[in-house]
């Protein structure tokens, strides 16, 4: 399915992210097709991933990338990202990117792109898990939680990413012993081109997803319920290694702290080697209605 001058989500995460190039430093994407929604913010971190890759000399991948959400986004809206061109080294490309909507900037970002090169080597390992082709779908893990399973389809649905849930659950204890800790397996539901940059791009895509779960965890709270806001502020990516996110990927996170309205969350996303493929870090509003 196609709608001339508008982006159809159904289409993929693939489709979510093409942009058209208006000059050599500015990009533009197209509008969904359908009723205004929210922008999810992992969508435009991508789209500002890709047009800073653009503009980047080949042969240099994503090794960072860091964010700052400013105001919502308007997914009837077409977003420009204006890229600088902060510094080209011998080995590291560094990028700015502000993506705008006629409301104002709804994002700042930083990408850094390196050539790649040697080094000492270490990485930690992920806690044990099942595969994902041995879970259950969403509709039997959460059969007997229909409140969460209908926010996570949504949620899935709207994104075009499917899930596996290691521990069985969105709110029950994670191994370990951490007290705010979650575990997700997840990937786009549609194949991504094969390009290196693509493929990065839709790792921002999944990283900015269900981490703020986590920061519930120690509360009676459920992120389903409706009585919790939150709204990220900055989001973090660090790539360690090539990683396809249109195949499984195993998300670790925990949440070390929440206070003064707002909690910290930090992840890893694992391939289903155990190679360790990136790390996240993320800051954002978290409200609660309290019940009475």
């Not at 850094?112 to 259950?136: C, D, K, T």
């Not at 893990?141 to 949504?154: C, G, N, Q, S």
Request: net charge negative.
């Amino acid at each position: 399915m196609s709608v001339a001058g508008y982006v159809v989500p159904e289409d993929g995460v693939g489709a979510l992210l093409e942009l058209e190039r208006l000059d050599p430093l500015t990009f533009r994407s197209l509008p969904h097709v359908g009723e205004r929604v929210r922008l999810y913010g992992g969508e435009v971190a991508a789209q500002a991933v890709l047009a800073a890759g653009r503009t980047v000399p080949p042969g240099r991948p994503l090794n960072s990338f860091g964010v700052y959400y400013l105001l919502p986004g308007d997914s009837t809206v077409p977003v420009t990202y204006e890229v600088g061109t902060a510094r080209d080294g011998g080995t590291f490309s560094t990028r700015t990117v502000k993506a705008s909507q006629p409301g104002g900037t709804i994002l700042v970002a930083t990408a850094s792109f390196q050539r790649p090169e040697g080094g000492l080597s270490h990485r930690v390992e992920p806690a044990p898990a099942p595969m994902p082709e041995a879970l259950p779908e969403l509709e039997r893990a959460l059969a007997d939680d229909p409140v969460t399973l209908a926010w996570i389809t949504e949620v899935t649905g709207r994104l075009l990413v499917e899930v596996r849930l290691p521990d069985g659950s969105l709110d029950g204890p994670g191994p370990g012993g951490h007290i705010a800790a979650l575990r997700v397996w997840m990937r786009t539901r549609h194949r991504l081109a094969d390009a290196p940059r693509t493929q990065a791009a839709g790792v921002v895509y999944l990283s900015d997803l269900l981490m703020l779960v986590a920061s519930l965890r120690p509360h009676p709270h459920r992120v389903a319920d409706g009585d919790v806001w939150f709204a990220t502020i900055g989001h973090s990516v660090v790539l360690h290694a090539p990683a396809r996110a249109d195949d499984w990927l195993l998300y670790e996170v925990e949440s070390d702290w929440a206070d003064a309205g707002r909690c910290v969350t930090r992840g890893r996303l694992f391939d289903r080697t155990g190679q360790l493929c990136a790390s996240t870090t993320q800051e954002a509003v978290l409200r609660v209605t309290e019940r009475t």
